[in-house]
């Protein structure tokens, strides 16, 4: 066979020293490590490198590869709070202090006689919050005790439940129920928030929320007999808030369509009196963070021609903590029952998360 080749590249014409030699390839081997006692100069073969041809994508192998935890990590804060995918966060709020507002005598948020845009509970969106309060107004007559609870869902819907006693002391002799007589009222109240923020967005946008009062009397059959219509009624309210920080101003008007007699302690309604629209309006001062003054009104119809008035505050809201506000105020709830000059103090305290 050699012959053979050897005579072609001379009938070629070609000296066969001129071509250049075929390069010689080293036996595969199989990289190891020397165990059982090898010894320590035997050379061993290099190890056979395998290179793979580059990826024109390699995107999807990056991603393939990534560790878990780098990724869970990056869907939580620096911190490790806050919002996360995928979770709620319950009873771990961070909105600004006093941006939730403090809790109504009817049990919502809002200021003390007006209710809010607010939301109550220091939840952010995604999140679920809680609000308790407790409420004591003294009167030159009469005394008024509240307390009740709130729930917040992401900052979009409130749910709450409140029971007021209102004492008539001495005047409930007079007028004829007995001294000491109590009326109760519990109210159901729901929320929803349907449009901007409070603090946030454009500046003209006010945070405006739509909602409902369901309120019971638990005394029936005395407030029909003063008159009402009924013991039990709804309702229904829509409200715009806004804090401008530049002027640290907060504003609320709030329109109640309503048959309550005395926010519904005396009945709802008469004879020949029903639903009517009213005005409620806030203007609030902040004085610093944890600090606000301010005063608001709120218009009430005389279905039962008790006289009854129209109510005034001029309140004082402190943070005392994250989670605790109290409220001062000064109000004036004119004539209730037929006896005038109802002026005196109101106190309230929130704990809210």
């Given amino acids: 066979m050699i012959c053979a080749i050897s005579s072609i590249i001379a009938l070629a014409g070609v000296d066969a020293a001129t071509l250049p030699a075929e390069p010689v390839q080293p036996a595969p081997t199989i990289a190891y490590v020397p165990v059982l006692g090898a010894a320590d100069d035997e ?49 771990d709020g961070g909105k600004l202090l006093l941006t939730n507002g403090v809790s109504t005598v009817e049990g919502s948020s809002g200021g003390g006689i007006a209710r809010w845009a607010t939301i109550g509970g220091r939840q952010m969106p995604g999140g679920i919050g809680l609000a308790a309060h407790g409420t004591a107004i003294e009167l030159a007559d009469y005394g008024w005790r509240s307390y009740g609870v709130l729930l917040g869902v992401g900052d979009r819907v409130e749910l709450s439940v409140a029971r007021a006693d209102f004492d008539t002391r001495d005047i409930g002799a007079l007028l004829g129920i007995g001294r000491g007589y109590t009326f109760n009222l519990d109210t159901f109240g729901a929320k929803l928030r349907v449009a901007g923020d409070v603090v946030y967005g454009e500046p003209w946008l006010p945070q405006i929320a739509v909602g409902i009062e369901h309120k019971r009397s638990r005394d029936g059959a005395l407030v029909r007999a003063l008159g009402a219509a009924d013991d039990e009624g709804t309702d229904y309210t829509i409200s715009a808030t806004k804090l401008v920080l530049a002027r640290s101003l907060l504003i609320n008007a709030t329109l109640r369509y309503t048959e309550a007699n005395e926010l519904g302690l ?46 005034l505050d001029l309140f004082a809201a402190f943070a005392l903590t994250d989670h605790l506000t109290l409220t001062a105020a000064y109000v004036d709830l004119g004539t209730i029952a037929m006896i005038p000059d109802q002026r005196g103090g109101l106190l309230s305290a929130q704990v809210a998360f």
């Fill in 43 to 91: 050379p061993s073969a290099p190890p056979i490198v395998l290179r793979a041809s580059p990826s024109p994508n390699p995107a999807p192998t990056i991603r393939a590869l990534r560790p878990i935890d780098a990724d869970a990590a990056a869907l939580a804060d620096d911190d490790g709070a806050g919002t996360r995918r995928g979770k709620v966060q319950l009873l």
């Fill in 266 to 311: 005396l009945g709802f309604g008469s004879a020949n009196e029903g639903h009517r629209l009213q005005v409620e309006g806030s203007l609030g001062y902040q004085l610093s963070r944890r600090a606000v003054v301010g005063a608001e009104y709120r218009t009430k119809p005389d279905n039962l021609g008790l006289g009854e008035s129209d109510w």
